[in-house]
């Protein structure tokens, strides 16, 4: 069972397609908005989004590419636009597929089951010395023992683990992990990075050895 980000500003549209999806299985979570579809993915895991391009506020365009910023999540951009220019604009924004509407409820159920293989297929999992980040999850475990981060946590702890040895200023940090625009002091980066050491050290791994303060710059992962 697959859990299924459905966002869609017509709840009408959101119960179709749920009658579609759970009968085969999947879990529905309906989000009448993009800013609350995002606003879940910040404290939830999901196996797949299905999200609505012509939505007020944060189209599904913004909304694909400030989701492509922060999670690794199959994305399947629904829409009654099925011009070719759509389709290429929705795949290089980030998503994995285009399905116009409106559409046959077996062609997207096979659509939905084909991208799940091939996502769960990569199974992306970093390790470090013990460390194992398993970026479809979203769970950090060391030494076969779960460490209980926040998604910010997590996203910071995986991007240092991309990119050992690379020195992060703040407002990298920053503009990386919550997005442009958003009000956010140097001080929050400094307490998450505090927090991530602290779960790091309570789970018997050396956080201090690997990750350091670059005084008046940042901050990096030593390899």
Not at 34 to 62: F, K, Q, R, S, T
Not at 99 to 124: M, N, Q, W, Y
Not at 175 to 182: A, F, H, K, M, P
Request: with cysteine; hydrophobic share 40%; charged share 25%.
């Amino acid at each position: 069972m697959a859990t299924i980000l459905l966002v869609d500003d017509e709840m009408r549209m959101l119960d179709l397609l749920a009658l579609y999806l759970e009968p085969a299985g999947h879990k529905c979570i309906k989000r009448t908005s993009a800013n609350a579809a995002i606003e879940y993915l910040e404290h939830h895991g999901v196996d797949l989004i299905l999200l609505d391009i012509m939505m007020p506020e944060m189209d599904g365009w913004e909304a694909c590419g400030e989701i492509r910023k922060h999670w690794d999540i199959p994305i399947i951009m629904l829409s009654a636009r099925s011009e070719k220019p759509d389709i290429v604009k929705g795949l290089h924004i980030g998503a994995d597929d285009y399905v116009t509407k409106p559409f046959d409820e077996g062609e997207l159920l096979a659509r939905i089951e084909a991208l799940l293989r091939r996502h769960s297929s990569k199974s992306p999992v970093l390790t470090f010395k013990g460390l194992n980040l398993s970026m479809e999850s979203y769970e950090v475990h060391y030494d076969g023992n779960q460490i209980p981060l926040t998604p910010k946590e997590f996203s910071l702890l995986s991007l240092f683990l991309q990119n050992k040895n690379k020195v992060f200023t703040r407002e990298h940090l920053i503009s990386t992990i919550w997005g442009y625009g958003v009000a956010t002091e140097d001080r929050t980066i400094d307490s998450h990075v505090r927090n991530l050491r602290d779960k790091l050290r309570k789970a018997g791994f050396a956080a201090d050895d690997y990750l350091a303060t670059v005084w008046g710059v940042g901050y990096k992962w030593i390899e």
